[in-house]
């Protein structure tokens, strides 16, 4: 009534304040009435976009559009991006487990005390509720994506859909699969396209958009969830907890390692250019698009 708002005081600082009008009850009755009222501990909601481009709308409506066109046919669907890099080693990770004490960890998280870098690749099989990573050790780059999506599909996605010659990819419009990065088409052309005979056909999620991936939270969710508060000390055991994520929703992941080196800052050849065999669709091309194999 007074407009005074305790919205960050704790339970039992609550009762204490309301002891000084004459109003006697315990912090467990406090949080009882709070949750009867609706009230309950919250962190912000990250929902307000303020780089949202005009087209945003326009682009979702076509990416609905292009999923039930392929999910009619039963073709391939997946959503691709890479996870946060991190490093190996005995190291905090985000997160509690039951444990009888502490995990003591290092207190500073200096690159030169790992033992090496991990960058998980993701691949979600939309249709078929199936995840893959590959777990890269060098850079993220549009050749180390082009691989990941080509090893899911020599290992997973042809014997998966066996008369499928179309793929459809979301992905971002930022990063190694990003909308406005010519290597990444180069790289689907020659690691995709052209080896396995496939035509690609690729959706960018508008700006600011990459929570609707939905790669986001079906997959990387439940795998952070996985091995929260444990420390990544080893590539078997990242490999490990991907490989034993699950959900309820029957989620089930494979992992794959790739030792391969990949150098950043390379651009694609004019050779390489000139043999891109990509067509833009009609509806936002720089978003949407198809790379076809060489004839």
């Not at 407009?3 to 467990?28: K, Y």
């Amino acid at each position: 009534m007074t407009g005074l708002r305790w919205c960050r005081r704790t339970t039992v600082t609550i009762a204490e304040e309301l002891a000084a009008f004459d109003i006697f009850v315990s912090p467990n009755t406090v949080a009882r009435l709070l949750h009867q009222m609706g009230y309950s501990l919250r962190v912000n909601a990250k929902q307000i976009a303020t780089t949202a481009s005009p087209e945003r709308d326009r682009q979702f409506t076509y990416l609905a559009d292009l999923r039930a066109r392929f999910q009619r046919q039963h073709l391939p669907i997946i959503s691709v991006d890479t996870k946060k890099r991190e490093l190996v080693g005995n190291f905090k990770n985000p997160g509690r487990r039951w444990e009888c004490q502490p995990r003591r960890v290092y207190d500073h998280d200096f690159r030169t005390d790992s033992t090496g870098i991990a960058i998980p690749y993701g691949i979600y099989d939309v249709q078929e509720n199936r995840g893959a990573f590959v777990v890269g050790v060098s850079h993220d780059t549009p050749a180390f994506a082009a691989h990941a999506i080509a090893l899911w599909w020599n290992r997973e996605g042809a014997p998966r859909y066996r008369r499928s010659r179309q793929l459809l990819i979301l992905a971002d419009t930022g990063g190694s699969n990003g909308s406005r990065t010519l290597a990444w088409k180069t790289e689907i052309q020659s690691q995709l396209a052209n080896q396995h005979r496939l035509a690609v056909t690729v959706a960018h999620y508008p700006s600011g958009a990459s929570k609707w991936n939905p790669i986001e939270h079906r997959l990387f969710s439940a795998l952070s969830l996985n091995w929260a508060g444990e420390p990544l000390d080893s590539y078997q055991k990242i490999l490990n907890y991907a490989r034993t994520t699950t959900t309820q929703a029957g989620l089930t992941v494979t992992a794959y390692f790739d030792r391969r080196h990949y150098p950043t800052g390379l651009k694609p050849s004019p050779e390489e250019i000139a043999s891109l065999r990509l067509q833009r669709h009609e509806v936002l091309p720089d978003w949407n698009y198809t790379i076809s194999p060489q004839m």
